[in-house]
C-alpha cells in the first residue's frame, strides 16, 4: 500500500493554470500601460514648459519696451531706467539686440524686476538647454529666443503645436531643411519675439 501511495503522488503534477497565467499577462499589459502613458504625460508637459519658457520671455520683453520704450539689451538709458542696480550697462539704442546686448538682455529684465534671478546669464529652458537671444537667423529678423539642446522629435511637435510644422518656415525655426531630423538636435530652436 504504502508503494502505491507514494506512486500517485508522484504523478500529480502542480504549475499555472490558463485563468492564472492570463490574470499575471493582464496585470503586466497594464502595468506596462501605465508607465507608457507616465512617460507621454512627462514629455507633454516638458513640451509644454518649454513653450511657456519662450512666451515668457517674449512677454518680459514686452513688458519692458512698454515700461521704458526701448528694448532690453539695447536700451541706452538702462543706467538712468534701473538707477540703482549694480553693474548696469546701457546698448546703443538702435532697436536691434547685438554683440555684447545680448547677455545685458537679461541684465537689464533682472534689473528691472521683470524676470527672476542675477545678472546677465542666460536662463534654461525646460529641456534642458539654453536659450540665447539672436537678431537674425535663417530668414527671420528682430529678437529671436533661441533655445540649444532640443532633439528633432521635441522640436517638431513644439513646432507643430506653435506654428507650422515645417523646421524652415514660419515663426519657429531649426534651420535651413523643410524637415526635422528625429534623430538631430538643434543647435538652436528660434522663436520670432
Known amino acids: 500500500m504504502k508503494a502505491k501511495g507514494n506512486n500517485m503522488n508522484m504523478n500529480k503534477q502542480s504549475g499555472f493554470t490558463l485563468v492564472e497565467i492570463a490574470i499575471v499577462l493582464v496585470i503586466i499589459g497594464l502595468l506596462l500601460g501605465g508607465v507608457l502613458k507616465g512617460q507621454e504625460m512627462i514629455k507633454n508637459a516638458e513640451i509644454k514648459n518649454f513653450i511657456n519658457d519662450m512666451n515668457g520671455l517674449s512677454a518680459a520683453m514686452h513688458t519692458y519696451r512698454d515700461r521704458y520704450q526701448a528694448l532690453p539689451g539695447d536700451d541706452n538709458r538702462a543706467t538712468t531706467h534701473l538707477a540703482g542696480v549694480a553693474g548696469m550697462a ?79 518656415t514660419g515663426s519657429v525655426r531649426a534651420g535651413t531643411s523643410a524637415a526635422y531630423g528625429p534623430t538631430a538636435t538643434y543647435n538652436q530652436l528660434c522663436f520670432q519675439g
Not at 546701457?90 to 545678472?119: M, P, Q, S, V, W
Open 90 to 168: 546701457n546698448g546703443n539704442g538702435n532697436g536691434r539686440i547685438t554683440g555684447g546686448e545680448r547677455t545685458e538682455f537679461y541684465d537689464h529684465l533682472r534689473g528691472a524686476g521683470i524676470i527672476k534671478g542675477t545678472g546677465n546669464s542666460r536662463p534654461t529652458h525646460a529641456l534642458g538647454g539654453i536659450i540665447s537671444i539672436d537678431d537674425a537667423q535663417w530668414g527671420m529678423r528682430g529678437v529671436l529666443f533661441c533655445a540649444n539642446n532640443v532633439n528633432g522629435a521635441n522640436a517638431l511637435i513644439i513646432d507643430t503645436k506653435v506654428d507650422d510644422g515645417v523646421a524652415n
